[in-house]
């Protein structure tokens, strides 16, 4: 059930249950009592009318002069101690069925009515004892019942004064006195036995889970993103707990991710200090070999600055690496494409890629297995570069005399699937997973001396999904490692 239709349900109950079941009680105590006075007293019911209120009519009728006593008492209580004022008072009262009693301590200095004060004066409250149950009254049953009101007061000497209002109700019917006892006693168990039910349906509903969410918010903010709520209902309670459950679940990623981004921004730190002192050193090194001289033949100072321009680049395809991943980072890596000839553009990569590898006495295996006509929708540049990334960690991680580089492109339907195999160390089962995740490194204590950043294969990963297409790796350790990745191919070829 929602909690709107809760609340309604509970409105309905805590109006309409009272009015109900006090409805029944009042009907069955009113017949009861009119059968009970019309037997004692031969009253018709007209009358009964008249007499079932006369505690309210000879209250009202006292009301005037009690309020105005009750204001003397507050702002000029000396008034009370001039009987003049007090018998004028009494006066008034005299046709109201009541008179006035002066008390001092506890002397009795003004009576209205003396032969009445002695029936009454045992029961009259104390200074200080202040209790009302009609009105501004209370009512003293017995024999001889009366509606006595009360208003205490300090004399100009200090002294304890009280003055009273006494109402005789000898009038009234003992009938009258259940009625009013019974009807009282029926509306507070009425109104207890609905309370109870409002309140455990209300505790059950709203107040538990409620309880729930508050330990759960202070779990999480003293740090415990792992105390998770589950919910038992449907309403909006229920979806409140779903909803912090996900915030939860969103947050302790988002810290996660902060706290990996964090040690991974350390670790770049440090892979690029490593990467970028080992160029500048060897820069640093050979321009002072100029600068001193040790380079005293052409041939030598040609070779040291080939290599001077070597390190230079080297630290230039760091910088522009670092650059791209800034761009992937924020999502916004440009991309110009293009229709290209699949057939002719690796054929291209080949032998550029041929003329590099062949210096280091690495041999390209290539076997292109697409229709010469299929062309695919891509960025040339940023496709010669995840070949290029995946092609220099071939190279970095050969461990043989000779170097073996396989390339081979398969057709696989709507897609032109491209593998690049190495005979080099291989990657561990366990690594293979994370080997495209950004500044990921496998055996990070053997690869610090290979140098990178650990973006390539991110980089790359990036890129191919952005082409439509995949990215995985399949290796040996020890044996070799393959990076395979789709490309999907122009939609105008699937004809051809």
């Not at 695919?376 to 000779?402: C, F, P, S, T």
């Not at 990921?440 to 294969?457: F, M, P, T, V």
């Not at 393959?482 to 939609?491: D, L, Q, R």
Request: charged share 25%; glycine share 6%.
């Amino acid at each position: 059930m929602k909690l709107k239709d809760r609340l309604f349900t509970a409105f309905f109950i805590m109006i309409a249950m009272p009015i109900m079941l006090l409805s029944i009680a009042a009907s069955t105590i009113v017949n009861f009592q009119m059968n009970s006075i019309q037997e004692s007293y031969d009253v018709e019911a007209d009358t009964l009318q008249v007499l079932t209120n006369p505690i309210q009519i000879l209250n009202r009728l006292t009301r005037g002069t009690y309020n105005e006593i009750k204001l003397a008492a507050l702002k000029t209580p000396q008034m009370l101690e001039d009987e003049t004022y007090i018998k004028k008072w009494n006066d008034d009262l005299q046709d109201k069925y009541s008179f006035i009693i002066v008390r001092r301590n506890n002397d009795f200095v003004y009576t209205g009515n003396e032969k009445k004060l002695d029936i009454i004066s045992d029961n009259l409250q104390e200074f200080g004892v202040y209790n009302t149950n009609v009105d501004g009254g209370i009512y003293i049953g017995g024999k001889n019942p009366f509606l006595v009101k009360a208003q205490d007061f300090y004399f100009s000497d200090g002294a304890e004064g009280t003055i009273f209002v006494i109402t005789d109700l000898n009038t009234l019917v003992p009938q009258i006195k259940s009625v009013i006892k019974q009807s009282v006693i029926s509306f507070l168990v009425i109104l207890m036995f609905t309370a109870i039910i409002l309140m455990l349906w209300i505790y059950r509903s709203i107040i538990l889970p409620l309880n729930v969410l508050r330990v759960a918010m202070n779990q999480i903010k003293d740090g415990d993103l792992d105390y998770s709520v589950q919910s038992e209902s449907e309403d909006e309670i229920g979806q409140i707990c779903d909803d912090f459950e996900e915030m939860r679940i969103r947050l302790k990623e988002l810290i996660d991710s902060r706290l990996q981004y964090e040690e991974d921004i350390k670790e770049l730190i440090s892979n690029i200090s490593h990467d970028l002192k080992t160029p500048l050193t060897a820069i640093k090194g050979y321009s002072e070999g100029l600068v001193d001289g040790v380079a005293d033949t052409p041939e030598k100072q040609e070779k040291y600055l080939r290599t001077i321009m070597t390190k230079a680049n080297d630290m230039s395809i760091l910088v522009d690496e670092l650059a791209f991943y800034t761009k992937i980072d924020c999502n916004t890596i440009p991309y110009s494409f293009k229709e290209i000839n699949l057939h002719e553009y690796f054929d291209d990569c080949i032998e550029d890629l041929s003329l590099d590898l062949e210096v280091k006495n690495i041999d390209i295996l290539y076997n292109n297995q697409i229709d010469s006509s299929v062309e695919v929708v891509a960025d040339a540049e940023q496709l010669k570069r995840v070949i290029n990334n995946i092609m220099g960690n071939a190279v970095k991680y050969l461990d043989k005399k000779k170097g073996v580089i396989q390339i081979r492109i398969h057709d696989i339907g709507a897609y032109a699937q491209v593998e690049i195999e190495d005979n080099g160390i291989g990657i561990p089962k366990a690594d293979i997973p994370f080997v495209f995740d950004r500044f990921y490194r496998a055996d990070a204590s053997r690869n610090s001396k290979k140098g990178g950043s650990g973006l390539g294969l991110a980089i790359s990963k990036k890129i191919i999904e952005d082409h439509a297409g995949k990215i995985w790796a399949e290796s040996e350790l020890g044996e070799g490692t393959t990076i395979i990745f789709t490309i999907k191919k122009n939609v105008k070829m699937k004809n051809k």
